[in-house]
Nanobody, 128 residues
Framework: QVQLVESGGGSVQAGGSLRLSCVVTGHTYSPSCMGWFRQAPGKEREGVARIFSGDNTWHADSVKGRFTISKDNAKNTLYLQMNSLKPEDTAMYYC??????????????????????WGQGTQVTVSS
């Protein structure tokens, strides 16, 4: 049974940094396609960043230059380094994964938010 467990959320002041982690268990190999999403109260879920294989990445314009997605295949762990945090980054952050698929499948899966596996979420709160 594949499970994703996020950690690293918390409360910080604007301008601060956090690093989110997402550990994948129940599968020997690192998933080919993984992503980070966030949802603030009263807002729709938003795709923040995705990574295909080890180095094909994409970041939303709202976080580009501040957030960085990365993956350690040996540890089967996904990361989201968040710098220069803003109050508008406040949300519940979720990681998601699909085990197999092409790069185009990954793009579509992320765009539609139709990953097969999701974590339980970790809260990030940024105060001004």
């Amino acid at each position: 049974q594949v499970q994703l467990v996020e950690s690293g959320g918390g409360s910080v002041q604007a301008g601060g940094s956090l690093r989110l982690s997402c550990v994948v268990t129940g599968h020997t190999y690192s998933p080919s396609c993984m992503g980070w999403f966030r949802q603030a109260p009263g807002k729709e879920r938003e795709g923040v960043a995705r990574i295909f294989s080890g180095d094909n990445t994409w970041h939303a314009d709202s976080v580009k230059g501040r957030f960085t997605i990365s993956k350690d295949n040996a540890k089967n762990t996904l990361y989201l380094q968040m710098n220069s945090l803003k109050p508008e980054d406040t949300a519940m952050y979720y990681c998601a994964a699909d085990l197999w698929g092409s790069v185009n499948y990954c793009y579509q899966t992320f765009a539609r938010g139709t990953f097969n596996f999701w974590g339980q979420g970790t809260q990030v709160t940024v105060s001004s």
